[in-house]
């Protein structure tokens, strides 16, 4: 489960795939199957979090990695280089951005 708190030093990785709505759900189903089958038996993984806009022109997915390291060994991994390829060549275009939870408010319910 995503935790987002401000006092955890994890990074966070934001990545906003473009992608025309009739490739939306391939798109998606590549994701999950990557995220499933190979990024989260990858050491530092901590959570993924895929997100589909309204209009079905973008995905966006949340993840957060225990470390630069551990994101860098990801993008090393082959199994997970083939899934960025395959990703790459669905989308329009792809803008992942690294971050550091600067902070984070929420209630209860």
């Known amino acids: 489960m995503t935790k987002i708190d401000s006092s955890e030093k994890i990074l966070t990785l934001i990545n906003t795939f473009d992608v025309d709505q009739d490739n939306h759900q391939l798109l998606?189903?590549?994701l999950v199957q990557a995220t499933t089958e190979?990024?989260?038996h990858l050491d530092g993984f901590i959570s993924a979090n895929l997100h589909?806009?309204?209009d079905g022109n973008y995905i966006v997915n949340y993840a957060?990695?225990?470390s630069q390291a551990h994101f860098d060994a990801m993008l090393a991994n082959p199994e997970a280089q083939i899934h960025m390829k395959q990703a790459s060549?669905?989308?329009n275009?792809?803008?992942p951005l690294l971050y550091k939870v600067s902070h984070s408010e929420c209630i209860s319910r």
Request: hydrophobic share 50%.
């Open 93 to 95: 275009n792809i803008k």
């Open 52 to 54: 589909s806009s309204i």
């Open 89 to 91: 060549d669905i989308a």
């Open 64 to 66: 957060q990695w225990r």
């Open 38 to 40: 190979v990024m989260r």
């Open 28 to 30: 998606m189903d590549l």
